[in-house]
């Protein structure tokens, strides 16, 4: 392995050394005309030159260099890389042979079935079609520099730059690294459950917490949400070794690595990054030379990873996101209750009222008696008290950073939460769960999976209702050439659809204002006009197609 991981990171830093050369050799402009011309992307030359000037463009030859001499660092560090891989995987292997049983795999099978069945009969979403038109169509270089939106989940976006090599249907190859990241978000979830509890509790709340509806949803949904969760619970999984033996150097290490990639994911694993961090410094009592260090190297690289876009779009890409507008301190204090009600019933897929009833159930036990008691070695007052000390520091900080962050985000972006709250309101019952055989638990969970699934499916055309209506209505007017598009949605799935479906290219004009009155174009012009419903001031013309959202001339 060492010998191989030598030969990568060589393979690496000569490619990287080499476009650097040939940048320096070829100037500004050649090199930039070079890109443009070999991802296809020669029309929107204006547009790039105007994001990349030369001062960026230098910026970047520099970042190429560090990255350089961080692959050449790599190459002579390659033997103590081999080490931590080895322990890592066998230790998961380890992990894998001693806690998986038949009926964990079994609902993987079901779980995994689940998913591909949806990712093969739902619509592309309007964040995968803007995601496949701006980066995952467009190669590497776009979807590490350029971030017009948050929607650029960069790691994910990297991951469907690969997967879109294969000779399959682009929407399912999307879906495709998600698909996988589920199976891994499953085995990781299980197997630290295990660890922290018994096999039947995990087996348990790890098929429960599968079957939400958030877990369903980004089960096949091309996002990185399911990567943001996989790094989360990694790095709990590391927190809690590094609270309960502090002395390993390991589990300092993989910490780093799940927060460099969580971040890089999405920026705001900040928020359980500074989470883990607190129960960490509570856990041990102390700020230790190793979690400073570790922080202090996580930055640095992700901020090494970020530089890209901040040299191309500008800090603010990053820290100002236009569709989440910071408020004053009182109004996020009023809004916080009918907030984290909103995001219970989204994530669950029930009332928000069946899950809190569940929730209070848990947290009264949490108060009044360990969270588990169903290991011997795990009895001991002190891990006992670490996993109170986990739930309370992770239940308090979210509203207190939202507090000091004065934002209301999407509640999307605390799915990483489930898992927790699945825990929680499953733990009053671990005796009951305990008691039962493994053939009647399991038993429970088809019963839940059935029924989630039926509710999944009737839940999921309301939340995706724009998705539904733009493919109904890009399938009625796909015999059009010539497209003047005033829409803030529909643009984006028509040339997704256009582009991968009918494999055709065609003329389409986004005309973004407020209003548009069809009976002054002229009529021949463009096949088909399309105008959000709230923008359409036309009096005469009578729409070819309407929906909830568009009008059709």
């Not at 197997?191 to 939400?212: D, G, M, R, V, W």
Request: charged residues 15%.
């Amino acid at each position: 392995m060492r010998t191989s991981l030598r030969f990568l990171f060589a393979l690496l830093a000569v490619g990287i050394l080499a476009i650097l050369l040939l940048s320096l050799v070829a100037g500004y402009t050649s090199s930039l005309r070079f890109l443009l011309s070999y991802f296809h992307l020669g029309k929107y030359a204006d547009r790039a030159f105007k994001l990349v000037t030369p001062s960026h463009f230098h910026l970047l030859q520099v970042l190429l260099l560090l990255f350089g001499l961080v692959l050449v660092y790599l190459i002579f560090n390659a033997g103590r890389i081999e080490g931590y891989l080895r322990r890592f995987l066998n230790s998961f292997v380890f992990r894998f042979r001693q806690t998986t049983n038949l009926y964990f795999i079994l609902f993987v099978i079901l779980s995994l079935g689940i998913a591909v069945y949806f990712s093969l009969v739902m619509p592309v979403s309007f964040d995968e079609a803007f995601t496949y038109m701006n980066f995952s169509s467009r190669g590497l270089v776009a979807s590490m520099t350029y971030y017009p939106k948050p929607n650029n989940h960069i790691l994910h976006s990297l991951l469907t730059n690969l997967s879109l090599t294969l000779p399959f249907a682009p929407l399912f190859l999307m879906r495709l690294p998600t698909l996988f990241v589920n199976l891994l978000l499953l085995f990781v979830t299980y197997h630290f459950l295990s660890e922290q509890f018994s096999e039947k509790f995990a087996l348990f709340t790890c098929s429960i917490n599968a079957l939400f509806f958030y877990s369903i949803f980004y089960s096949y949904e091309s996002r990185g949400y399911e990567l943001f969760a996989l790094f989360f619970v990694l790095s709990v999984y590391c927190s809690f070794k590094i609270v309960s033996a502090p002395s390993s150097r390991y589990y300092w290490i993989c910490l780093v690595v799940s927060f460099i990639l969580g971040f890089y994911t999405m920026p705001c694993f900040l928020y359980p990054c500074l989470s883990l961090n607190m129960f960490i410094l509570l856990g041990r009592r102390r700020l230790t030379l190793y979690q400073v260090v570790s922080n202090l190297v996580a930055g640095c690289v992700v901020a090494l990873l970020y530089a890209p876009i901040v040299i191309v779009n500008g800090l603010g890409a990053l820290v100002a996101n236009e569709y989440v507008k910071p408020l004053s301190r009182a109004v996020v204090l009023s809004r916080l209750p009918g907030y984290f009600y909103s995001f219970l019933t989204e994530m669950s897929g029930w009332p928000a009222v069946v899950v809190i009833v569940f929730l209070a159930a848990g947290l009264l036990y949490l108060c009044l008696g360990p969270v588990a008691n169903m290991k011997k070695y795990y009895n001991a007052p002190n891990m006992s008290n670490i996993r109170k000390l986990f739930f309370v520091v992770m239940l308090l900080s979210l509203p207190v950073f939202l507090l000091v962050h004065s934002v209301i985000p999407f509640p999307r972006t605390l799915y990483y939460y489930d898992i927790l709250i699945c825990v929680l309101c499953l733990s009053p019952f671990s005796a009951f769960i305990e008691k039962a055989s493994f053939p009647v638990l399991f038993g429970l969970i088809l019963s839940f999976a059935i029924v989630m699934c039926i509710r999944f499916n009737s839940l999921v055309r309301p939340y995706e209702r724009d998705a539904f209506e733009a493919r109904e209505m890009a399938n009625k007017i796909a015999d059009g050439n010539s497209f003047l598009v005033s829409s803030g949605l529909f643009d984006v799935y028509l040339g997704y659809y256009m582009k991968t479906r009918y494999k055709k290219s065609v003329e389409m004009i986004c005309f973004p204002v407020p209003g548009v009155n069809a009976d002054t174009l002229a009529p021949n012009r463009f096949d088909y006009v399309v105008v959000d419903k709230v923008k359409d001031f036309t009096k005469i013309r009578k729409p070819l197609l309407s929906n909830d959202y568009v009008r059709v001339y």
